[in-house]
């Protein structure tokens, strides 16, 4: 499993988040999804600290690795990600994205991220200006644009939030993906691929649904529809 990358940006991809999942059947939560067609799964991390709410870490990781060949894109929500991030490549992630809030040497941790041959995402809650990674986010793979408040899943999208987007598109250029995360569903995703985001994480609108096929098609129908 050591090929998984990141897609090379010009797609879009629907990246469904465990947040809303059954964590007791992750597993078999993962196959779903990839049956359904999809190629990265967004696997939440939060410590508690940097985020008011606790989830995994690498050892839940390390374990699911072995059930799935889907791109793990981590998204971590910890204070000092530095400390912990190389425990996250060696359990099996291949993309790793902080949050510039809580990253003391952000490109310190890119370079040696990209070392260990994981790609490398940064990210910013909705009320960071986008001018804050402006340094950063040229030498990462993937810029995370939070479309809200971090911690909890089957929130509304901040539509100001969103808008940032835009300012993200036009600092990275083509190359580099842009990826929304919270409040994604078939009416909010076309919107968020108008300002120019390519990676579409949602939870709660496949996860909650019983029927996860037919929910991750409506996302990547509705997304579609703007670029087609
Ligand atoms: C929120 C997480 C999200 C969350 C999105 O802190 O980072 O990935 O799962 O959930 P939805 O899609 O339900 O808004
Ligand atoms: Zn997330």
């Known amino acids: ?12 991809e629907i990246v469904p988040s465990i947040l809303s999942s059954d964590f007791a059947r992750l597993a078999d939560e993962l196959a779903q999804v990839k049956a359904a067609g999809v190629r990265m799964v967004h696997l939440d991390v939060m410590d508690g600290h940097f985020v008011p709410n606790i989830t995994i870490g690498p050892p839940v990781i390390a374990k699911l690795r072995k059930h799935s060949d889907l791109v793990f894109d981590s998204h971590l929500m910890i204070s000092e990600p530095e400390e912990y991030a190389e425990r996250f490549v060696e359990a099996g992630v291949n993309n790793l994205t902080f949050h510039i809030e809580a990253a003391k040497r952000p490109e310190k941790l890119i370079e040696k991220l990209h070392s260990w041959g994981c790609t490398a ?4 809650n909705p009320e960071t200006p986008v001018d804050s990674i402006k340094d950063v986010a040229p030498l990462c793979d993937m810029v995370l644009v939070m479309t809200v ?8 999208m901040m539509p100001e939030a969103a808008k940032k987007v835009v300012k993200v598109r036009e600092m990275v250029g083509p190359e580099i993906r842009v990826e929304v995360d919270g409040g994604i569903n078939p009416e909010t995703a076309p919107i968020v691929v108008g300002y120019g985001a390519d990676t579409l994480v949602a939870g709660d609108a496949i ?3 019983s029927d996860r096929a037919a929910a991750i098609e409506a996302i990547r129908k509705a997304a579609k529809l703007t670029t087609d």
């Open 1 to 12: 499993m050591g090929q998984l990358r990141l897609p090379k940006a010009g797609t879009i």
């Open 121 to 124: 995402g940064v990210t910013l």
């Open 149 to 156: 408040e971090p911690g909890f899943g089957a929130q509304t």
């Open 207 to 209: 996860f909650g649904k």
